[in-house]
T-cell receptor, first 118, second 112 residues
Framework: EPEVTQTPSHQVTQMGQEVILRCVPI?????FYWYRQILGQKVEFLVS????????KSEIFDDQFSVERPDGSNFTLKIRSTKLEDSAMYFCASSEGTARRSYQETQYFGPGTRLLVL | SQKIEQNSEALNIQEGKTATLTCNYT??????LQWYRQDPGRGPVFLLL?????KEKRKERLKVTFDTTLKQSLFHITASQPADSATYLC???????????FGSGTRLSIRP
């Protein structure tokens, strides 16, 4: 069964460093997302991406964050200058898109990247 | 802003019984509502989706109901098994937005 994959599974970085989290969405999906979950808290939406541009973003997704689809299979989240409060589990998700409805509701999540900022 | 409440942080039941989890929301009714399962340190796994014009959905031992008058969804696991122990997340979606909004989850424990 197709699934979303993410690398690395764990990342430790120093405050102020740049990190890039990578995702391979399900191959025929057209909508891509990033969510994060701080330890013990809710899963929070960061950004959605469709047709090579951001379609929606949350207040968390400030200028320190960016997303990119550098090729036909990868989807990345970059944090330019990490802060201690960026420590969290980051989940990539994808969903189908159709001509009739620009996105399909069901989002399939990857296993996550645990980011620790020291 | 939308507020989502899931009945209790933790629910403990005996194997073989039916587990019932509650998701309540305030303000705007969602176009659809989803239930996910999350194991510790893992990503959410999709279980069921129910739309605003649907009352009930079933999949094997799982059943979801959606009452837009009460602003509530119930999630049932019948003939529960210890392997069903996990955190269950309710998530709301709106036709005007691509994101889904998660509740804080209910941690379900099934004891043998």
């Amino acid at each position: 069964e197709p699934e979303v994959t993410q690398t690395p599974s764990h990342q430790v970085t120093q405050m102020g460093q740049e990190v890039i989290l990578r995702c391979v969405p399900i191959s025929n999906h057209l909508y891509f997302y990033w969510y994060r979950q701080i330890l013990g808290q809710k899963v929070e939406f960061l950004v959605s991406f469709y047709n090579n541009e951001i379609s929606e973003k949350s207040e968390i997704f400030d200028d320190q964050f960016s997303v990119e689809r550098p090729d036909g299979s990868n989807f990345t989240l970059k944090i330019r200058s990490t802060k201690l409060e960026d420590s969290a589990m980051y989940f990539c998700a994808s969903s189908e898109g159709t001509a009739r409805r620009s996105y399909q509701e069901t989002q399939y999540f990857g296993p996550g990247t645990r980011l620790l900022v020291l | 802003s939308q507020k989502i409440e899931q009945n209790s942080e933790a629910l403990n039941i005996q194997e073989g019984k039916t587990a019932t989890l509650t998701c309540n929301y305030t303000n705007y009714s969602p176009a659809y509502l989803q239930w996910y399962r999350q194991d510790p340190g893992r990503g959410p796994v999709f279980l069921l989706l129910i739309r605003e014009n649907e009352k009930e959905k079933r999949k094997e031992r799982l059943k979801v109901t959606f009452d837009t008058t009460l602003k509530q969804s119930l999630f049932h696991i019948t003939a529960s098994q210890p392997a069903d122990s996990a955190t269950y997340l309710c998530a709301l979606g709106y036709s005007s937005a691509s994101k889904i909004i998660f509740g804080s989850g209910t941690r379900l424990s099934i004891r043998p």
